[in-house]
């Protein structure tokens, strides 16, 4: 791309097809640095595009295109969790050592009401990456609101892969069942 600084709509065609044409998570600063503007004006683009019920979602490490249909052979379960800020990285890796995604984080605030933090975590190495984001800006854990409680939103492949995890969490004693 030149250094030609684009300009509102076709900008904002270059954001969609560039987060369309990528399988991982792309920074507000790489859109900026292609399409010559500043990273606000890529904030405010995408919030224009959300609005446009384009379907991109903000993750900790990047924006992404979510425009898979609903895949019947993926299977999703929300859970409940509880546990202490420093059982973070272990409750993350819980899962996705059983080949689940962790989709969200979701809480239940009392004046907010539901607040959800996407999250996107498939990997050990998105999990580390993630707890330590959090860690160094020391920016608070959503759980953090609710004395540990959260609920997570887990997708995989199958159904067994899920209640691994489920189970895992459990013999840890992270998982809050009914």
């Known amino acids: 791309m030149s250094n030609k600084k684009l300009l509102g709509e076709e900008r904002r065609n270059v954001i969609v097809n560039t987060l369309k044409n990528s399988t991982s998570?792309?920074?507000?600063?790489?859109?900026?640095?292609?399409?010559?503007?500043?990273?606000?004006?890529?904030?405010?683009?995408?919030?224009l595009l959300k609005v446009s019920d384009e379907p991109i979602i903000a993750t900790n490490r990047g924006y992404l295109y979510?425009?898979?249909?609903?895949?019947?052979?993926?299977?999703?379960?929300?859970?409940?969790?509880?546990?202490?800020?420093?059982?973070?990285?272990?409750?993350?890796?819980?899962?996705?050592?059983?080949?689940?995604?962790?989709?969200?984080?979701?809480v239940e605030?009392?004046?907010?009401?539901?607040?959800?933090?996407?999250?996107m975590i498939s990997s050990r190495f998105d999990a580390n990456e993630f707890v330590n984001k959090i860690f160094q800006s020391?920016?608070?854990?959503?759980?953090?609101?609710?004395?540990?409680?959260?609920?997570?939103t887990l997708t995989a492949d199958s159904q067994e892969k899920i209640e691994a995890a489920?189970?895992?969490?459990?013999?840890?004693?992270?998982?809050?069942?009914k």
């Open 166 to 177: 489920c189970l895992a969490l459990k013999e840890a004693g992270i998982l809050i069942e």
């Open 138 to 152: 020391e920016a608070a854990l959503l759980s953090e609101l609710t004395n540990g409680v959260h609920i997570h």
């Open 66 to 106: 979510a425009s898979e249909p609903e895949d019947s052979r993926q299977f999703k379960k929300q859970i409940v969790c509880k546990h202490r800020p420093e059982e973070t990285l272990t409750e993350l890796e819980l899962i996705v050592d059983c080949g689940v995604t962790i989709k969200d984080v979701v």
């Open 25 to 47: 998570p792309i920074t507000g600063t790489e859109l900026a640095n292609k399409t010559n503007v500043s990273r606000q004006v890529i904030v405010q683009d995408i919030s």
């Open 109 to 119: 605030h009392a004046f907010y009401g539901e607040l959800t933090g996407s999250l």
